[in-house]
């Protein structure tokens, strides 16, 4: 054989060698991952939950030799975190944490599928500071689907040295991510399950109160309606009793002018049965004169909405009498009016009364107008509420223009008004003798201030209580006047006599030409300094005896 042939030969001879090696290799691998496999459903058989992904990724990290191992679970309005389940960590379990996916080897895991580095993932990945801090060289990374096919989850295997055999790793950790993938549907569905039922609760809780409350409102408005239908008809009877037993004529006409209610007052009044008289027609039961004037009121009523109050006489049999009456519309839950309620009541006596004090006022009031003094009353508001027609000429205004003014304020001066005040509060306190008698002038309308010399008492009320002022006053002013010009004079004669008092002193005068020294030392004729000192004045002429020396 040459040599060709014989490296030939031993070519095939070698090829037929690797042939035989091929299934022993492949059956060992398959061996190895059966045996893999195997070692995860006894373990993970017992344990549902995050107990079962603890274990898976435990069982991961062991199958690959890897350091780390962990099942997370996409986040996020926008899927864009990571919240870890299960993290294992050289020989142990860590605590679980959340990452963002951007700019890590876990975002093309969950964008694409199954991501392999076998070595240098940091250099690849350097935003990503977690594989720095944990010195990870080599990746494995599997997304975890849906039933839609979206990504719920990530399975991930990461090593600190590089990943020499990709073979074994692919298969394994795909069979891994379809036990986690079932897991994690079955996680969420619980979740899911449990948060649905945690809402229906709460929704069948609050349902319970709402409907608790309710049955407790509905029981309170039962009772509150029970208790109000029986205050309604305790009310009625209550109204019906007093509607009976009062002295008013109380009536309800219907808009057809038919008479619905009537108490017993007023029918025993229009002499007609009280019952046979419900439903008929107003002009078959009132009289006459006083029908047309109801039906006019009541109609007005009708028409306006609003009560109606009117005081009237009228004319009937055996002679009149005088009603009070008012009309109120009734409406019925949509405010449309339905009927009149009337009350009449019999004020003739009143009406006399007030005629009788009418009469009386006149009379009083003739009096005060022809008294020759002036007479106010001045209320506990210092307002006046009665001048007579004397008052009135003094002041210089109309009745009309002084009644209902304030009597400090305008009628008496500035000066004086405190103490004008003053003695009106003495007064309204009860202390008349006090100021029993007072004088003070009064303003006019021209300006002029006439003087007054008052009397005065107080006016009461049924209790006792003060509440006005009465005052009758004086027109003093021509008084003062004289008495002032009186004063005057008598001043000025005091003046004169104190005066003529000085010329009866000691005068030193001059014995030759009779002068006389005044206080200044001048000599002045006798006669003028009298003049000047004294009232008195001189007429000159000559004494007998003198006339009969220039005679001579």
Request: proline fraction near 2%; aromatic fraction near 8%; glycine fraction near 6%.
């Amino acid at each position: 054989m040459t040599g060709d042939q014989i490296t030939k030969e031993a070519l095939i001879e070698e090829i037929q060698k690797l042939k035989a090696r091929i299934p022993d290799e492949f059956e060992a691998r398959r061996t190895r991952t059966d045996k893999i496999l195997r070692s995860l459903v006894e373990a993970t058989s017992r344990v549902t939950g995050i107990e079962f992904l603890r274990t898976l990724v435990r069982h991961l990290a062991i199958a690959l030799n890897f350091n780390y191992a962990l099942i997370g679970e996409v986040t996020g309005e926008q899927k864009d975190s990571v919240q870890t389940l299960a993290v294992w960590a050289k020989d142990k379990f860590a605590d679980n944490f959340t990452y963002k996916l951007d700019g890590t080897p876990c975002e093309k895991v969950v964008a694409k599928s199954l991501c392999i580095y076998v070595k240098d993932v940091q250099k690849q990945f350097p935003d990503d500071l977690l594989l720095v801090e944990m010195g990870i060289e080599s990746y494995l990374g599997v997304p975890l689907y849906d039933v839609s096919g979206s990504p719920i989850g990530i399975l991930v295997a990461l090593h600190n040295e590089p990943l020499t055999d990709t073979s074994d790793a692919r298969l394994v950790l795909s069979t891994f991510a379809i036990r986690a993938g079932i897991e994690l549907k079955r996680k969420r569905a619980e979740d899911d399950q449990k948060r649905l039922r945690i809402d229906l609760e709460r929704r069948i809780q609050e349902r319970t109160v709402e409907l608790t409350r309710a049955n407790e409102t509905l029981s309170e408005t039962l009772i509150e309606r029970q208790k109000a239908q029986e205050a309604l008809s305790e009310s009625e009877e209550l109204y019906r009793t007093l509607a009976e037993s009062a002295d008013d004529f109380i009536y309800i006409i219907d808009r057809d002018l038919t008479l619905r209610y009537i108490n017993a007052q007023a029918a025993f009044f229009l002499g007609c049965g009280k019952e046979e008289s419900i439903g008929r027609p107003l002009e078959m039961i009132f009289p006459r004169g006083l029908y047309s004037s109801i039906k006019k009121n009541i109609e007005l009523t009708l028409s306006s909405g609003s009560s109606y109050f009117r005081e009237q006489d009228f004319s009937i049999e055996g002679g009149s009498i005088w009603l009070g009456t008012r009309l109120n519309p009734i409406r019925n839950k949509d405010g449309e009016i339905t009927a009149v309620l009337g009350i009449s009541r019999d004020i003739t006596e009143r009406m006399q009364w007030a005629v009788a004090l009418e009469k009386e006022r006149d009379l009083a009031q003739k009096y005060l107008d022809v008294a020759g003094v002036m007479i106010v009353i001045i209320n506990s508001e210092q307002l006046v509420t009665l001048i007579n027609k004397k008052g009135c000429e003094i002041l210089g205004y109309s009745e009309e223009e002084i009644v209902g003014t304030n009597w400090f304020d305008k009628f008496i001066p500035k000066r004086m008004r405190d103490e004008v005040k003053k003695a009106f509060t003495d007064l309204l306190s009860g202390n008349a003798e006090r100021v029993k008698s007072f004088e003070n002038p009064v303003l006019t309308r021209s300006g002029e201030e006439r003087f007054i010399e008052w009397k005065n008492t107080y006016i009461t009320n049924e209790e006792g209580n003060v509440t006005a002022t009465l005052s009758s006053g004086m027109d003093i002013t021509e008084r003062k006047k004289t008495e002032e010009d009186r004063e005057k004079l008598i001043l000025d004669l005091k003046n004169a006599v104190s005066n003529i008092k000085t010329l009866s002193g000691l005068l030193p005068i001059c014995a030759s030409c009779k002068k006389i020294r005044d206080d200044k030392g001048y000599w002045k004729k006798i006669e003028v300094y009298i003049q000047e000192h004294s009232e008195a004045d001189f007429s000159h002429g000559i004494c007998p005896d003198c006339s009969k020396k220039l005679i001579l």
